[in-house]
C-alpha cells in the first residue's frame, strides 16, 4: 500500500486522478478507484445495469470517445480533450452540421462567472449537449458548425469499493464519499483524499474500540445501490458515520447533523462547540441539499450519519465549474482536515459512551407538533423524482419539468418534495416541514396533494396510525 501522508504525496495522486473524465458508471470511474485502491485497500462489489436498486434501476454505462465543435473552416472551437467538462456528462452521439441558432440549443454555461465551463449532466434522459464558458459562446460567429460527440450507452457494472478496519465492539463507525465527478477539486477529489489519509491513519491506532467502514461510491445511485443489499445489516451495525464532502479550503469544519439530530458524533460536536465556538459551524440535517447522508437518514433507514465538508457545495461560484481547482482547494487544507478529523475520531473513540447517555435529548422543535400528518410509501432511500415528472433531468439552472401545473416549476418546489418525503413517517408533521421551508402551510399542503396523488405520499393520517 503506498503511503499517503505528505503534500507532495497527496498532490501526486491528485494530479493522477483529477484528468479522468469520471462519470456514475464507465471507465473513468473504474480507472480511478483503481487507482485509489493503491492507497486504501477497497474490495469491489458490482450492480449490473438493469438491476432493481430501492426505487431506482442502474442505468447503462456511458461510453465517451471524442466530442468537440469546428466551425466552417474546420477550426476546432472547443475539444472533449482539452477539458472533460466540454461535454455534458452521459451526452448522447450527434454528428451533424448545424446553424448556430439550433447549436446553441444545445450549450450550457454557468450563471456564476463568464470563464467557467459548468458541470453539467443527464443521466436519465438522453439527449446531447456541449458545455463552454459565456465568454466562449458570445464570440461564436454566426455560420455552420460541426457538433460531433462519439459515445454510447452499454450494459455494465455501478462499482463500489469497500474495506473494514476491525476493532473491539463490532459497532461500526461508516465513513464515506464519492467518486464520480469529472475533473473538479474541491467538490470531487477532496472526500476521497481525506478518507484514503484517514485509513492510513487509523489503521495505525494501536487500539480502536469501533470497527471502521470505509465505502467509495459513485454519489447518489450509489449509496442507494449499496444500502439496497446491505440497509438491514447497517440499521444493525451502524454506531455513527460520516459522509465526506467539499473538505478542502480554509473555512472552518462545517458538520451537517444526522437526521435524528442526536447520535454520539452530532453531541460530540455541540461538547466541542460548546468548548470554543469557532471550531465547527452546525447545520440541521435537511434532505434538500447534500450529499449521500441524504440516502442514509432517509426515513426508512433513518441511520445516525452525518455529513463533514469546509469549502460546502454551493456555497462558493465555482462549485461545478472548471473553476473547481487544485489551488482552489488547496492540498495543504486536505491534509488539515484530515489531521482535525483524525483528532475528533479519536475524542469520539475516548467519550463514545458518555456521548450515548446525552444522545436521546430530543431536537429543539417538535416534530409531532401539528394536526396534519404523511407517510412515505417509498421511504428506504429517495425517490426517483424524475420517473414521476417532479425532477429536470439536467442538473442546470432554467431547466423546466415538462408538466402543465406551474406549482412544480416554483424554485421551492422541489425542496419541498424532498422536505415532505423524508419527515413523512407518520411521526413528523407537516407544520413542522412547513415551519423548517418558512412556507405557509396551505401552500405545502397543495405540494402534499400532488405528492399523494403521484402515489408517493399516504394520508392525511392520524399521528402514529
Given at each position: ?168 465492539s463490532d459497532k461500526e463507525i461508516l465513513l464515506t464519499s464519492y467518486l464520480c ?285
Amino acid at each position: 500500500m503506498k503511503k499517503l501522508e505528505t503534500s507532495q504525496q497527496v498532490s501526486e495522486l491528485f494530479d493522477r486522478l483529477y484528468p479522468l473524465c469520471r462519470s456514475i458508471l464507465g471507465e473513468g470511474y473504474r480507472e480511478s478507484l483503481k487507482i485509489l485502491e493503491e492507497y486504501i485497500p477497497l474490495e469491489e462489489e458490482y450492480f449490473p445495469s438493469g438491476e432493481k436498486v430501492l426505487n431506482w434501476v442502474v442505468p447503462q454505462e456511458w461510453v465517451i470517445r471524442e466530442a468537440w465543435i469546428k466551425d466552417e473552416a474546420g477550426n476546432t472551437v472547443i475539444d472533449f480533450k482539452d477539458n472533460n467538462l466540454h461535454v455534458v456528462n452521459y451526452s448522447d452521439k450527434i454528428d451533424e452540421i448545424m446553424d448556430l441558432e439550433v447549436l446553441k440549443q444545445h450549450i450550457y454555461t454557468s450563471e456564476a462567472d463568464d470563464d467557467a465551463i459548468p458541470y453539467t449532466i443527464s443521466y436519465y434522459k438522453k439527449r446531447w449537449g456541449f458545455c463552454m464558458s459565456k465568454k466562449q459562446l458570445a464570440q461564436l460567429e454566426e455560420g455552420k458548425y460541426h457538433a460531433y460527440v462519439d459515445s454510447e450507452y452499454i450494459d455494465g457494472n455501478l462499482v463500489i469499493g469497500e474495506t473494514v478496519l476491525p476493532g473491539e465492539s463490532d459497532k461500526e463507525i461508516l465513513l464515506t464519499s464519492y467518486l464520480c465527478h469529472p475533473s473538479m477539486a474541491n467538490n470531487e477529489l477532496s472526500g476521497p483524499l481525506v478518507m484514503a489519509m484517514l485509513y492510513q491513519k487509523i489503521q495505525k491506532w494501536k487500539t480502536r474500540k469501533f470497527t471502521y467502514r470505509f465505502v467509495v461510491n459513485p454519489e447518489t445511485i450509489g449509496s442507494i445501490a449499496y444500502l439496497s443489499r446491505h440497509g438491514e445489516a447497517l440499521k444493525q451495525s451502524v454506531y455513527a458515520g460520516l459522509v465526506f464532502t467539499c473538505l478542502g479550503g480554509t473555512e472552518q469544519l462545517r458538520y451537517k447533523t444526522s437526521r435524528g439530530e442526536h447520535s454520539t458524533i452530532d453531541k460530540l460536536v455541540e461538547e466541542i462547540n460548546e468548548e470554543n465556538p469557532d471550531t465547527f459551524r452546525i447545520e440541521v440535517f435537511s434532505p434538500t441539499s447534500g450529499s449521500d447522508e441524504r440516502q442514509y437518514c432517509s426515513p426508512g433507514f433513518n441511520l445516525p450519519v452525518g455529513q463533514m465538508a469546509r469549502k460546502v457545495y454551493a456555497e462558493y461560484k465555482e462549485y461545478h465549474t472548471s473553476l473547481d481547482t487544485k489551488e482552489l482547494m488547496g492540498i495543504d487544507n486536505i491534509i488539515e482536515s484530515c489531521d482535525k478529523l483524525e483528532e475528533f475520531l479519536l475524542r469520539h473513540e475516548a467519550e463514545a459512551e458518555t456521548l450515548m447517555g446525552k444522545a436521546n435529548t430530543p431536537s429543539q422543535l417538535d416534530k409531532g407538533e401539528g394536526k396534519y400528518f404523511y407517510r412515505n410509501r417509498y421511504p428506504y432511500g429517495e425517490v426517483k423524482l424524475g420517473d414521476y415528472n417532479l425532477y429536470p433531468s439536467l442538473n442546470t439552472s432554467g431547466v423546466k419539468k415538462e408538466d402543465s401545473e406551474s406549482l412544480i416549476n416554483e424554485p421551492w418546489f422541489i425542496r419541498s418534495v424532498m422536505m415532505l418525503l423524508n419527515y413523512s413517517d407518520g411521526d413528523c408533521s407537516l407544520e413542522y416541514c412547513a415551519k423548517r421551508l418558512e412556507l405557509e402551510i396551505d401552500v405545502l399542503q397543495k405540494v402534499a396533494d400532488i405528492l399523494v396523488d403521484r402515489g408517493l405520499l399516504d394520508g392525511p393520517l392520524e399521528k402514529n396510525n
